[in-house]
């Protein structure tokens, strides 16, 4: 009777279940507690936050991978050191990328991110590394490995994963409904969804835009929309001009160029840019070229300086999406009997470059191990030096028996601006902001070593077509810091007017034709900077450099991430996605028709430039890389699909 009244196990059971309940107690109060820290110090110290309307789901969010993760969990303490290190590396990463570029981390942010491994040196390279090191290691170390509930847990995820891949469209869709899309706005994404809600949401959507390559009816539809026809077969050897057949063609891609004379709040002490450069850029009508990025993504103001079409998303193109053989402007000009240099004194397959340069045409790709870096601020190669270096190589072809395309983007400029004992401080200004003064005392020297190099080169090459423009806006501190100061900008996307749009992508941009001098274009997109050239050359060669340029039309547009604008007679028209307003409807069909060629031409089977049969056999140009062997750069292994469709 004691044993059937008093059994012995049920005391012990009734233990377990209460010890259990304790742990996840604590557990789940962890990552409250650790939430409520998080967001008020990143709020505080950085300026980002979730929205007080996304507050609850976000912490419900967190919580929920909270209950995930502990179910693999070793123990309370195991689980608390990798939950805080896993949430603090991916909340510290998106509250900087917000405050530095405007926008948080998505999906291709992680395909991306070897590229930062290559940049940095130092405590960043080694602060980078343990951000990713650490989670990895972190939650190695607190799985229970010989636990059938933390494999079950597991298996959970990785089924819901692989449910979301086979079936993104209709998740895509349901989170769009639940938890809203402003197409235009990242930031205002993040706001309303919470970190973990918007990376699940964007990589749902990512997923989905994956389609098919295009088909060859919609590749006609989308050539008669934009007025094109399709351009000679693929590679088709154009037949020149009787003896040299060209003039020279220089491309200069100057990293963070901009004028920071415009920002008034900041108390500059003298006028940054030389004046020599002023009067050039004067005689050129002050025109801006317009880019696709800010403050970052150099490779995508690269790809439409060579490649003629527009980018529009928050993504490297080079990383991935181009994956064919394409008649960019170094092939092109290549037909026609060019020699193509790239010069770029970073690390050679930084932004996939080795093989972006290779696919696009050109012959030769210059990179840091051939150069002497004899002149480093920090560690980017100072102008002066890389200007030299280049006309040393590139000096004794300017009148050889081949014309030259001759391409150099610079490194010295970026983020933060060091300069070198040889470039002392001489601008001083009164704002708070030490990235300004640091940014303008940059420019300075900037300008003046690019001044004295085109002097050079116009004197050795005084027929040459030379284009040069600022690859993108300079970060000037969190939410837009030196901008904000000045009322350029707003702080927030959300909050921009019309004209901080254009201020958002807008750098000096100076083309010279030879002893013309200076031309007068006005603003123009970057992408249609390749058919200007062609105008130049009086190349009437069929090219699908032209397709998406409209340099010759009243109307220009500028496609962004979720928003794009015009500019016609008339001023300036901002369509914000998923906000139609009249007047958009055109530029929004001009750029779906241009976003789909762009998929068929780089990365699907290329209908638009004809002969299909023929481009299967085609045998791929070898592209010279100085002391880097190419082959030990893998490139992506995405589909065939570009993202924006």
Sequence with gaps: MDLLTNPPAAPALTGSRRSGAVEWAWALGLVVAWYVLAQSAIAHFIGVAPGREAWVRDLLSHVLIGVVLFAMARSVVRFAVAVGVLFSAFTLANALKLAILGGPVMPDDFVAARNLFLLLEGWQLWGSVAMLALPLGALAWMFAWRSPRAWAALAVVVLAVATLAQRPEPASRWLDARFGDWVWNQRGNYEMRGL?????????????????????????????????????????????????????????????????????????????????????????????????????????????????????TDAVFFEGRLRRDVPCLPRHLGEAGYR???????????????????????????????????????????????????????????????????YVLTYFGHLDYPLNSLRPPVIEAKSDNALVQAYANTVHYKSRELMAFLKELRRRDPDAIIVLFGDHLPSLGWNHGGYVESGLLAADRSEFDDEMFRTLVATPLVVIDGRRGAVKTGDLPIYALPALILDLLGDERDSMLRFAARADDALRVRPLPGVHFTLDDGGLTVCRGGEPLPGCEASAAWVEAVALLKRDLFSGAQHALGAPDRLRGLQTVELEVLDIEASAVSEETLPASENDV
């Design 340 to 406: 193509s240099f790239a010069s770029h004194p970073n690390a050679a397959p930084f932004w996939n470059r080795i093989n972006a340069y290779r696919r696009v045409g050109f012959d030769h790709y210059w990179s840091d191990r051939d150069f002497v870096l004899d002149d480093m601020n920090g560690e980017f190669l100072g102008d002066a030096s890389l200007y030299r270096q280049v006309l040393e190589r590139v000096g004794p072809a300017l009148q050889g028996a081949q014309p030259v395309f001759n």
């Design 196 to 312: 973990p809600i918007h990376l699940v949401q964007e990589s749902a959507r990512n997923l989905a835009r994956r389609t098919q390559a295009p088909l060859e009816d919609e590749v006609d539809q989308a050539l008669t929309l934009l007025g094109a026809t399709q351009p000679s077969p693929f590679l088709e050897i154009a037949g020149g001009e009787a003896g040299r057949g060209g003039r020279n063609v220089h491309m200069i891609v100057l990293e963070s160029f901009w004028d920071p004379a415009v920002l008034k709040a900041a108390g500059l002490s003298e006028d940054p840019l030389d004046p020599a450069f002023r009067k050039l850029w004067k005689a050129a009508g002050h025109a801006r070229a317009l880019s696709p990025v800010f403050g970052g993504y150099t490779a995508n103001a690269e790809f439409e300086a060579l490649c003629g079409f527009p980018v529009k």
